[in-house]
């Protein structure tokens, strides 16, 4: 088994990029359209995310995979898969008050279609904003480790997700699915309207996964200062692109600029302190959690001190936010209080 070792830089950037991951989607919805964080924010910085957790997760589940040794690889990742399903399933139940009040002041209230709509969220992409990345972690995660278990080489698994991280990313955004040829783009239309999204564990999650398995397994060593520089150019590219082509999900330089960030925050030796493990529990209850903090801040807004500005707003929600996963990271630690664990 591998010797375990505590990767205190990680836990600091999972944190960052889960306070990312929920600034992009208060934009969305709170700032206005000309705003520039919906560039620097919503589409630049908050995409280096999912990227970033898909590696980190490949990384530490597949650690445990040996080649002598695939029934314990299988059920490290069945038990794993078993776990981001519950998850799924539990948060889903979490958020159900906020779909029913999404629904109630709908235009439309029809109950049999906004069911029918619900079942297909739930399967293909979520049915809240954020809680997509779950199914496509547990997909990209078993794809992966089928690949590998039928005898696939790990560059034979990270060029087949390479690939298919390629196709997403054309598929996924306008301005290069417009150029696609007419058949191809009818194609990619019927996909859409069965799968909904092509931001899942297919063609999204497989290539970053299989990426930090690699990572796991590779005997190479990255020194810091190349790779930050490299994270740093490839934050360069990825600006040029969403700026370029209005690339906004799936990013092209996000894959580069991931690699490089990992292998980075990987290398940095911190002292081991009890902050950090709470850190990677905070980010957790962050990614999960925000979108409550949304409508806590129109529920409570006629009661807010604060003035509805950008700045007003962000503190509103980010503020509480921040509070409430840092209590739940520490409450955790409590021994009564253990089961909290199993909420994220």
Excluded at 130 to 151: D, H, S
Excluded at 220 to 236: D, H, K, N, Q, V
Excluded at 259 to 277: E, G
Aim: charged share 15%; net charge positive; proline share 4%.
């Amino acid at each position: 088994m591998v010797e375990k070792r505590q990767y205190n830089g990680l836990d600091v950037v999972k944190v960052l990029l889960a306070v990312a991951v929920a600034a992009r989607h208060m934009i969305q919805i709170f700032y206005p359209a000309e705003s520039k964080w919906r560039l620097l924010i919503g589409a630049w910085l908050s995409n280096l995310a999912v990227p970033v957790f898909f590696i980190i997760a490949g990384f530490f589940l597949f650690r445990k995979v040996e080649e002598h040794d695939k029934d314990y690889g299988k059920k490290a990742v069945l038990g794993y898969c078993g776990r981001i399903l519950r998850l799924y399933l539990l948060w889903s139940v979490l958020y159900l008050p906020i779909d029913y009040v999404n629904w109630y002041h709908s235009q439309d209230k029809s109950i049999g279609p906004a069911v029918a709509y619900y079942i297909k969220s739930f399967l293909f992409s979520s049915t809240t904003v954020q809680l997509w990345y779950l199914p496509a972690l547990l997909t990209a995660c078993f794809i992966v480790w089928l690949g590998y278990r039928i005898g696939l080489k790990l560059w034979q698994l990270t060029l087949i997700g390479g690939a298919l991280f390629f196709v997403g990313c054309i598929g996924d955004n306008w301005y290069f699915n417009q150029q696609l040829p007419g058949r191809m783009y009818q194609f990619l239309m019927r996909y859409v309207q069965c799968f909904m999204t092509m931001r899942n564990g297919v063609f999204y999650g497989c290539f970053f996964v299989a990426l930090g398995f690699w990572l796991a397994k590779t005997k190479r060593r990255f020194s810091f200062l190349p790779m930050a520089t490299g994270f740093l150019i490839s934050m360069g590219l990825m600006l040029y692109e969403v700026i370029h082509c209005s690339n906004t999900n799936m990013v092209f330089s996000s894959a580069p600029a991931a690699f490089f960030l990992f292998a980075a925050a990987s290398q940095v030796q911190i002292k081991n302190r009890k902050l950090y493990p709470r850190l990677r529990r905070m980010s957790e209850w962050i990614y999960l959690s925000h979108v409550y903090f949304f409508h806590l801040y129109v529920w409570t807004a006629r009661w807010n001190p604060l003035p509805p500005t950008k700045k007003g707003i962000t503190i509103s929600i980010l503020a509480p936010m921040l509070f409430f996963s840092w209590c739940m990271a520490c409450l955790s630690e409590r021994r009564h209080f253990e089961w909290v664990k199993n909420l994220i």
